[in-house]
């Protein structure tokens, strides 16, 4: 998605102005949030990718320092990211920096709070609260819809287990050509603001990649606000649900349904086999997160060849051979083809 990121992605270049209206919110020096992110990447069974998964998780947080009278805004951000994968791999590093955006167009004026790969991206905390339902506006690069102005969205504050909500979301596609290859990727973003001040409390991005030779991977990443400068509103009961007409609390427990059946898969998985690790994460498009390479395993020595039938004594020759070198499908090394793993990156040849 961003980070999220990563993502993030969403490579289709879109310069329409968000809708606006007057009259909106606008945002006012010290306000601020902070926020929590969780980023999931998880290869798919029966692919090249099984049995392998990262995860990325990210404090953060906005504040806005000034806002001058034609309306930019200027704010720093800060981050401190774990990054680790299922090979026992793990990093942690902190981000931090100043920007400016406008409160009346909603891009990016001067830099951005660590988003990269984006052409004249849309802020994605931060819309204008007037919009009625059905209205279109961006974030980032991607286009999304009002659906709600009264979502009961599920958030674990003092004022309730559930606040109340304006809730957009959009899909679409682009091509990621990286150093994971090319993939065609869909993705669904659906984020969630404060009615009073257009601020994020919370989004889902959920994207799939698959390419020409049936591999997939799936990322999920899940962000929600910890603490606001904006007073929250305790969400009246049933007061919103999915465009699928799910509430908020049913969509949680999908997710974790959906979480404890894949990690229930990925065991079964390991047990059988161990797929080597997939290479950095690209830092370009909507995945934000930039971590180091995971450990390669070490290749194994390929089973010997046998040249007679079993039971058959042994034919006395003389075999002159020559190993054909072929490229690896994941890191380009030349390796011998009778190779059942790469050398060097520990990737199967299958």
């Not at 009615?195 to 020409?212: H, K, M, N, Q």
């Not at 006395?316 to 793993?341: F, H, M, N, P, W």
Request: net charge neutral; aromatic share 12%; hydrophobic share 40%.
């Amino acid at each position: 998605m961003r980070s999220a990121a990563t993502l993030f992605v969403l490579a289709i270049v879109l310069t329409v102005p968000a809708a606006s209206s007057p009259g909106h919110y606008v945002s006012r020096p010290g306000d601020y949030f902070y926020y929590t992110e969780t980023t999931v990447l998880q290869g798919q069974p029966y692919t090249n990718y099984s049995g392998y998964s990262e995860h990325t998780f990210v404090n953060g947080s906005i504040h806005v320092l000034t806002v001058a009278a034609n309306g930019t805004a200027s704010a720093v951000y800060g981050n401190n990211d774990t990054w680790w994968n299922i090979s026992g791999a793990e990093s942690k590093w902190s981000s931090s920096g100043g920007f400016t955006f406008s409160t009346s167009s909603f891009l990016y004026v001067s830099g951005t709070d660590n988003q990269t790969g984006y052409t004249m991206p849309y802020v994605w905390f931060y819309v204008n609260n007037s919009l009625p339902t059905g209205a279109p506006f961006y974030l980032l690069n991607s286009r999304l819809s009002v659906f709600s102005r009264d979502y009961a969205y599920a958030l674990d504050t003092a004022v309730g287990a559930s606040v109340a909500t304006i809730a957009a979301t959009g899909s679409g596609s682009y091509l990621r050509d990286d150093v994971y290859g090319r993939f065609n990727a869909t993705y669904t973003w659906t984020e969630y603001f404060d009615p009073a001040t257009g601020y994020v409390v919370g989004y889902l991005y959920t994207e799939t990649d698959s390419d020409s030779q049936g591999n997939v991977f799936t990322i999920t990443d899940l962000l929600q606000v910890t603490a606001t400068s904006y007073p929250l509103t305790a969400a009246t009961a049933a007061s919103g649900t999915s465009p699928g007409g799910l509430s908020a609390l049913e969509i949680a427990a999908i997710v974790v349904i959906v979480i404890v059946a894949i990690v229930v898969i990925v065991v079964l998985l390991l047990r059988a086999r161990r797929s080597s690790g997939l290479p950095r994460h690209s830092t370009r498009g909507e995945i934000q997160f930039t971590v180091p390479p995971p450990v390669a395993p070490t290749a194994g020595a390929p089973p010997p060849i046998r040249l007679t039938p079993s039971g058959q004594p042994a034919v006395q020759q003389i075999v002159i051979k020559e190993t054909v070198k072929v490229k690896c499908a994941y890191c380009g090394s030349l390796i011998d083809s009778t190779a059942e793993r790469c050398p060097f990156c520990g990737a199967t040849r299958s």
